[in-house]
C-alpha cells in the first residue's frame, strides 16, 4: 500500500500538530510536504495530496473530504496571526470612524478562510463590503495599494502593531457572535481512505497533537521559532498556550458552523456540505 502523501503548513500555529512528524516520525506511512494554507487546499483538490491541514474555507469547496475529529487550529479569543492592518488614523478618529474610511483592503493569497472571515465583518457589523484586492503578504506593498491589509499567519505575528491600526479579526469575530472561530483542521481525501483504518489514522494525528501540546515540548517549539520569526520567546510561549485552540469541541463546531452560514449569505464562500468526520 502507498503511503498518504501530507500537505502541511509551515507556521508557528501548526508546530504543536507536527510535533510527531517533524521530530520522530510515527511510522513510514506517511509522506510529508509543506506549503502555505491555500496550497494545502490545492494540493487536495488535485489529488496530488492524501491529507492536508486544510482551511476551513476549503471544505466548502472540495468534495469528498473527510475531517479528523478533535483537532483544529482555532481561537477563542484574540488570536493575534490573523490581523487587519492599516496606517494609524489621526488622534481624534475613533475605531469606527477610521474603519468606515476603509474603501478598499487587499486580502493576503495565503488563506481562503481570513479571507472570508474578513468578508463575513465588514458584511455583517463593519459597515458593509469593501473593494477586496488578493495580493502577497507584503505590507509596504498592500498598504500603497489598498487602505488597509489582511495578515495571517508569522507575518501578522511579526508586525511591529505600535506603528499601525491593527484589528485582530477572531477577537473581533468573538465579540460580534460570542463564538470561537476555527481557521483550520486536517481533512483527509474519502478516496485515499480505501483498506485503510480510520482509528489508526486518527490516533496518529490525535497523538501527535496531544504530544506537541505537552510543557517541554511546547518549551522546545518555543525556543525554535523565536529564533526563527525574530520574536521573543515569551510571545511564542503566549500565543501558543493562550491564543491559539487545537481542539475541534463542540463550541468550535457551532462556530464553525456560523461561519460557513455567514459565509454563504453574503457569497463569500458556497454552502458548506454537513460536516463528516473519520
Not at 510527531?20 to 495530496?49: H, K, Q, V, W
Request: glycine share 4%; proline share 6%.
Amino acid at each position: 500500500m502507498s503511503r498518504l502523501k501530507i500537505a502541511a503548513i509551515s507556521y508557528l500555529n501548526t508546530a504543536p500538530l507536527l510535533w510527531d512528524f517533524d521530530r520522530s516520525p510515527p511510522s513510514s506511512d506517511f509522506e510529508i510536504s509543506y506549503m502555505l494554507p491555500a496550497e494545502c487546499a490545492e494540493a487536495l483538490r488535485s489529488g496530488t495530496a492524501d491529507i492536508g491541514i486544510v482551511p476551513a474555507a476549503s471544505y466548502a469547496t472540495i468534495s469528498d473530504l473527510l475531517i479528523v475529529p478533535d483537532v483544529a487550529i482555532a481561537a477563542r479569543r484574540a488570536v493575534r496571526s490573523i490581523l487587519l492592518v492599516s496606517r494609524p488614523p489621526d488622534s481624534n478618529v475613533s475605531k469606527e470612524q477610521h474603519l468606515a474610511r476603509m474603501r478598499s483592503v487587499a486580502l493576503d493569497t495565503s488563506s481562503m478562510t481570513s479571507a472570508a472571515l474578513t468578508k463575513i465583518l465588514f458584511a455583517k457589523w463593519l459597515g458593509g463590503a469593501r473593494d477586496y484586492k488578493p495580493m502577497a503578504p507584503n505590507l509596504d506593498v498592500m498598504l500603497a495599494n489598498c487602505d488597509a491589509a489582511l495578515l495571517i499567519g508569522d507575518p501578522a505575528l511579526q508586525v511591529d502593531r505600535s506603528r499601525y491600526f491593527t484589528l485582530d479579526l477572531a477577537e473581533e469575530w468573538n465579540v460580534c457572535t460570542g463564538k470561537p472561530v476555527v481557521f483550520a483542521f486536517w481533512a483527509i481525501r474519502r478516496q485515499a481512505l480505501s483498506g485503510r483504518d480510520r482509528v489508526t489514522i486518527t490516533n496518529t494525528f490525535k497523538g501527535s497533537r496531544h504530544r506537541g501540546l505537552l510543557p517541554k515540548n511546547l518549551e522546545l517549539i518555543a525556543e525554535d521559532w523565536a529564533d526563527r520569526l525574530a520574536i521573543p520567546i515569551n510571545d511564542v510561549r503566549t500565543y501558543l498556550t493562550c491564543n491559539i485552540h487545537y481542539y475541534l469541541d463542540s463550541p468550535c463546531l457551532e462556530g464553525l458552523d456560523l461561519f460557513y452560514r455567514y459565509a454563504a449569505e453574503i457569497g463569500a464562500l458556497p454552502r458548506a456540505p454537513e460536516l463528516e468526520f473519520l
